[in-house]
């Protein structure tokens, strides 16, 4: 082949090339481009930028974008390769084409060199790649909008699932506590069938609440250590009630040279052999289910080997590959009245991957099933298996200081409660602003501190608390509803001592208090509440009374005045989450939502809690279209437990006899509001529980309707630690009471 037409076919090769090829010489001058530099920068021909400068090119073409950065692009590149740098690649976008849109681009620079390895140019190759560039953010957009609508399905799963067990739990409680000797046999069988019947309906939604855990990747797995033998006999027991009657055999068999002791999360321990021995049961007749625990190592690793085997219907070959999918129940018509979802195999197959092991089943159709699963084994600590050992009970000093934090009076009311089953009368404050406040009037051994508070929130309240050289030491807890994996770290690494999760558990609080209060506590202790539970407050099947005190360190007075101040102040906290919505505030919106979630979780309302939750989620993944429909539902059903809830403590008040008072009894009452009140907005000690008792008190007695009403007005505000709107109101009533007289 001739030298000119080897140069012709590479020229044909060039310029049908849909890359941008570009040649430069040692001065940076343009040697050679393709068509395709020229149909993309608007350049007329190849003449009108050969043997010319970058500079140049940018004068004459430089109104053009893609030109412009074309150029910059390129000097850039030119300086480098000349310095010495060899092959250079990179992506990058230009403004190009006739829609002018942004396109990308793939760029390699290589550099020419001479016979002597001298630079003598730059060769630069722009390859297209815009449309994978825009099919891989498709299929992102699509993979984002998938894992969108799951995310959303396992909420309403999870939302669901504890709205309907809340009820259930409730059913089976109270079946439990009924009368069933005067019940005839068929009374007695149908009892029993609901009974049944509503275990098993409880078994279903707690398969679809781990489900949508497991889904929205919120399972975690929590390792202890834990004795296996002690797991399988519990196992055991509770299977060989569950088949008593039936002919059926149950066996567990646990080889020798099982580790006493495993280091492993042991509910899911306990949720993957039940499980198998439950689907076990469920599908066998008669014959036995047999449990064979054992230990194997393969591939140089050590597992438990749990086998379960049964005489049941078995499986048919086909299905075998579809067993561990998702709502999957085979052979309807044969296994006709065998109840559930078909995700506990499911569920199983799940946990066993996610704690990196494996599950095998073997089967012949009408003769038996086997599932085999490995677990990894890692040996525990017998020493250090939980048993929950209370901390002897912590009576503090009678001088001891504690500020509790929070924007919430409801939470503050039940801190309090808490507090002085421990001899603690503890200060508040509402706002990280009036907290700074109080600690620069007063010393405190010990401050309790909220998370989500507007405008000042825990964190940054705390780290302007720090900068005080007499607080850089104190110990400071935070408490918060926020209870997910990695507050822990966040409140610590914030400079805080540590964390209480809302509802207050009281053996936690203990074990903070013995640690962080200072020595030498007083051995008296507190003296027990006698105010007893109303009956309708007990018979109110929206609030869990016994959890609600539970909350609040069994404090019976603590608590029904934490259901008088919720009562009195949760209306603007509702109204709040409406008004930050149609506004949408999201961030607002989300800190009134996480604040509700804790105070109905603290009362006992467990279901609120529950709704408020959901909302917070959809408000912090930016699920904005979850709040605009569920929100009107959440708050009309919050202020109907309000309303409810308020009706019987109020019918509760009315029961009882009131005194009638004159103008000499309320004016004295009004200047012992005002004289506590002062006490209490100085931070004074003892000055709130003035103003209980004043409150209380005031309560015993009535005046005219106005005045009745104009009281209670200021014993709400006293309950609420509003001092400052108390002291407004008492001041305004002694005023018009003297321009009377």
Request: glycine content about 6%; hydrophobic content about 40%.
């Amino acid at each position: 082949m001739t030298s000119c037409r080897h140069e012709q076919y590479l020229n044909m090769l060039l310029e049908s090339s849909v890359d941008i090829i570009i040649l430069f010489d040692r001065n940076g001058y343009i040697a050679y481009c393709s068509n395709s530099f020229l149909s993309m920068a608007g350049i007329p021909t190849a003449a009108a930028v050969k043997d010319t400068s970058l500079k140049e090119i940018y004068e004459r073409y430089g109104y053009d974008e893609f030109v412009a950065e074309f150029v910059t692009h390129a000097i850039q590149r030119f300086s480098k390769v000349k310095s010495g740098e060899r092959l250079l690649v990179d992506d990058s976008m230009f403004h190009a084409g006739g829609d002018r849109k942004r396109r990308f681009f793939t760029v390699q620079t290589t550099p020419l060199l001479d016979q002597s390895d001298a630079f003598d140019g730059m060769m630069v190759v722009y390859h297209d790649i815009t449309e994978l560039v825009r099919a891989q953010k498709q299929a992102e957009e699509a993979q984002r909008q998938a894992e969108a609508a799951n995310q959303s399905k396992s909420r309403f799963l999870a939302s669901m699932s504890h709205e309907i067990r809340t009820p259930m739990n409730a059913i089976l409680g109270m079946g439990e506590l009924m009368r069933t000797d005067n019940f005839d046999e068929l009374q007695k069988r149908y009892f029993s069938d609901i009974q049944k019947m509503s275990r098993t309906l409880l078994e279903i939604i707690n398969d679809i609440l781990d489900f949508s855990k497991i889904e929205a990747g919120k399972l975690e797995l929590v390792p202890v250590h834990f004795s296996l033998l002690a797991l399988l006999d519990h196992i055991y027991s509770l299977t060989s009630f569950t088949i008593k009657g039936q002919p059926l055999e149950f066996k567990i068999d646990a080889a020798k040279g099982l580790p006493e002791t495993l280091y492993s999360d042991e509910t899911r321990w306990r949720q993957i052999i039940t499980n198998l021995v439950s689907n076990a049961v469920k599908y066998t007749r008669r014959g036995y289910v047999r449990v064979l625990v054992d230990r194997v190592c393969k591939d140089g690793k050590d597992y438990i080997k749990i086998m379960v085997t049964d005489t049941g219907i078995g499986i048919k070959p086909e299905d075998l590959p579809k067993l561990f999918g998702l709502f999957q129940q085979f052979d309807q018509e044969k296994n006709k009245g065998i109840v559930g979802t078909g995700l506990g195999l499911s569920i199983t197959k799940r946990l066993v991957d996610m704690m990196g092991g494996e599950i095998a089943v073997e089967s012949e159709y009408g003769k038996g099933t086997a599932f085999t699963v490995l677990l990894p084994l890692i040996e525990g600590n017998s020493a250090e298996i939980q048993t929950r050992q209370n901390t002897p009970k912590f009576i503090a000093s009678a001088d001891a200081q504690v500020l509790v934090v929070d924007d919430n009076a409801t939470n503050l009311t039940v801190a309090l409660g808490f507090l002085e089953t421990h001899n603690i009368r503890a200060d508040t404050a509402m706002s990280g602003r009036e907290a700074l406040e109080k600690l620069r009037c007063k010393r405190y051994d010990l401050i309790f501190m909220d998370h989500m508070m507007p405008e000042m929130d825990g964190v940054e309240t705390v780290k302007r608390i720090r900068a005080l050289d007499e607080y850089r030491e104190t110990p400071i807890i935070a408490l918060s509803a926020n209870a997910v994996r990695g507050m822990g770290e966040l409140f610590i690494n914030a400079g805080m001592n540590g964390f209480i999760s809302k509802p207050i558990d009281g053996e936690q609080l203990n074990r903070v208090l013995s640690r962080w209060l200072p020595t030498g506590a007083s051995s008296a202790t507190p003296a027990e509440s006698d105010h007893e539970i109303p009956e309708a407050l007990l018979r109110f099947s929206e609030l869990d009374v016994t959890k609600g005190i539970s909350y609040i360190g069994n404090n019976a007075a603590s608590y029904l005045k934490a259901l008088h101040t919720f009562c009195t102040t949760a209306g603007a906290s509702i109204a709040g989450v409406s008004a930050f919505l149609s506004a949408e505030n999201w961030e607002d919106y989300r800190i009134k939502v996480h604040g509700l979630k804790g105070v109905f979780a603290s009362i006992g309302a467990d279901t609120l809690s529950q709704q408020a939750r959901f909302l917070e989620s959809a408000a912090k993944t930016g699920n904005y279209a979850v709040c605009r429909a569920e929100t009107e539902a959440f708050c009309k059903e919050a202020f109907r437990f309000k309303d409810a809830l308020t009706e019987i403590l109020s019918s509760q008040q009315k029961g009882s006899a009131k005194r009638k008072g004159d103008r000499k009894t309320l004016a004295e009452l009004l200047r012992r509001f005002q004289e506590y009140g002062n006490g209490a907005a100085r931070g004074m000690i003892g000055m709130s529980d003035k103003l209980d008792e004043l409150s209380a008190e005031a309560e015993t007695i009535t005046f005219d309707a106005d005045a009745d009403r104009r009281l209670q007005d200021i014993c709400l505000s006293a309950l609420s630690f509003d001092y400052a709107g108390m002291l407004e109101k008492t001041d305004k009533f002694i005023a018009q009471m003297a321009a009377v007289e």
